[in-house]
């Protein structure tokens, strides 16, 4: 009783909101809502602060926000939510940081840069990881026309995948000859698309750069010159000739094909499979202060990311991301990698069934082994200037990471019956090692200086006690 009296008391204090913006509610409506009420499934909590103001790029894997909101999980949970699209993503960790927002879809690499050193620092919080995999690296036309001449192809003539970056390798050369820099995009110097495209072209001996304290730019004896390029932006900036391709998320890769401009030639479930991709993240003062609304959001991004991953259910997901609210990008664009599909060459289209994933595989448990491959890519490249102890990793990412949010929210949902208890998974917070690269190295993240020295292109570390 006392969790349907919560949640008729906020739909309440909604109803008086609309009312203020001129809204009405129906005979209709006030059943439908008394019903919701006495239905519920939902075990609600004492909720600190029920409005709220979430942000998000216009990317397919703000998807679980989307969806949250227009399923209704945010008000199972009593909280009214409001998701607002940003600009890019300095503006997205600004204004958590400066409390415009109460949280936000964010890069993985965002919350975990403000609390090892590298750009603006702040004590910021994950407890939910919003997708796997997502990402694609496109190139121009005629990169492609040329690239398409070193890779191998099938017997229905179509190319092999993946596609490594020994295919633009000569490319590169010829445009250095022909005196141009070869100039390629990512989203935001601490994203997974930027550690990505990195990744790619340094596993076929390609430097793309390196960062100091006084080149922020990462291009010291860099190959390939990387710069930041908003998502929505790329498209129309590769077409213009400013980069030669790109990495980027969801559907700016297939925008791509749908405009005839560039081709994309890898997706990063190749580069690492099933890697994590974006996280939602408030403020550490924010949970501090908030914690049953911190756990109630979790809860509710976790029923989404089931919701997403159900078999049936992405064609109405399609249709509520292209709203303009939201990605607002046409459904046909969206489908094409949403709904289990990637093209690659126009017309070369593709069975990928994971490109995107929200829930399968433990998708939204916010592993610490996620979290520290990006500081060894950060220490890899020089964001993170000096050597450190294997412990390091651990301590910090400890304090980013947080599955015991994660799992206060996936224990009530178990006990409403809305997921099994079997999906939660019985972890200390780390993968086992994997190889599931595309240069094929062992990543353990309980041995984090062994996987930096690893590499031949980039910073080595001695054991540091």
């Known amino acids: 009783m006392k969790s349907q009296l919560t949640k008729l008391t906020s739909l309440v204090a909604l109803s008086v909101v609309l009312f203020a913006c001129g809204g009405k509610s129906s005979k ?11 239905t519920s499934k939902t075990k609600q909590l004492e909720i600190e602060k029920p409005q709220l103001t979430f942000g998000f790029i216009k990317l397919t894997d703000m998807a679980p926000l989307a969806i949250a909101k227009e399923k209704g999980f945010f008000e199972d949970e009593g909280l009214f939510v409001s998701v607002e699209a940003q600009s890019n993503w300095k503006n997205v960790l600004d204004r958590v940081i400066d409390g415009q927002l109460d949280g936000s879809h964010m890069l993985a690499g965002q919350p975990i840069a403000a609390g090892a050193g590298f750009g603006r620092q702040a004590d910021l919080v994950t407890p939910f990881s919003m997708d796997l995999n997502g990402n694609g690296i496109t190139v121009s ?96 900036t590769l077409e213009a000739g400013t980069i030669y391709g790109y990495c980027v998320g969801e559907p700016w890769n297939q925008q791509a094909v749908f405009k005839g401009i560039g081709v994309p030639v890898t997706t990063n479930y190749d580069i690492w499979k099933n890697n994590p991709e974006k996280v939602f993240v408030m403020t550490k003062k924010f949970v501090e202060e908030n914690p049953n609304t911190a756990v109630a959001v979790t809860k509710a991004l976790i029923r989404a990311g089931k919701w997403l991953d ?50 399968k595989y433990n998708a939204t448990y916010p592993f ?98």
Do not use: C
């Open 141 to 236: 036309n005629d990169v492609w026309s040329k690239m398409k001449q070193n890779v191998p192809t099938g017997e229905d003539g179509k190319p092999i995948h993946p596609i490594k970056a020994e295919a633009l390798k000569p490319v590169i050369t010829e445009y250095k000859n022909a005196g141009k820099a070869f100039k390629m995009g990512m989203v935001f110097p601490v994203s997974t698309h930027n550690y990505e495209i990195r990744y790619w072209l340094a596993a076929a001996g390609i430097h793309p750069g390196m960062y100091t304290a006084e080149n922020v730019q990462g291009q010291i004896d860099a190959e390939v010159l990387l710069s930041v390029t908003p998502p929505p932006q790329m498209p129309a």
């Open 28 to 38: 209709k409506e006030e059943k439908v809502v008394a019903e919701v009420v006495s």
């Open 368 to 465: 610490y082994s996620d979290g520290i491959w990006f500081l060894t890519q950060m220490r890899r490249w020089g964001q993170i200037p000096d050597a450190k102890p294997a412990d390091w990793y651990a301590e910090t990412i400890k304090d980013i990471y947080r599955p015991d949010i994660w799992k206060k929210a996936a224990t009530l949902l178990v006990e409403e019956g809305q997921i099994p208890a079997s999906d939660i998974p019985t972890t200390d917070g780390y993968k086992p090692a994997t190889t599931d690269f595309i240069d094929g190295k062992v990543y353990d993240a309980k041995d984090p200086i062994a996987y930096i020295n690893s590499f031949s292109i980039g910073n080595k570390d001695k054991a540091v006690q």
């Open 310 to 359: 159900e078999p049936g259910n992405r064609a109405e997901a399609v249709k509520i991301l292209s709203m303009s609210q939201y990605v607002g990008a046409d459904e046909a664009v969206l489908a094409n990698s949403m709904t289990g599909t990637f093209e690659f060459e126009k017309g070369d289209k593709r069975e990928m069934p994971d490109f995107n994933v929200f829930y």
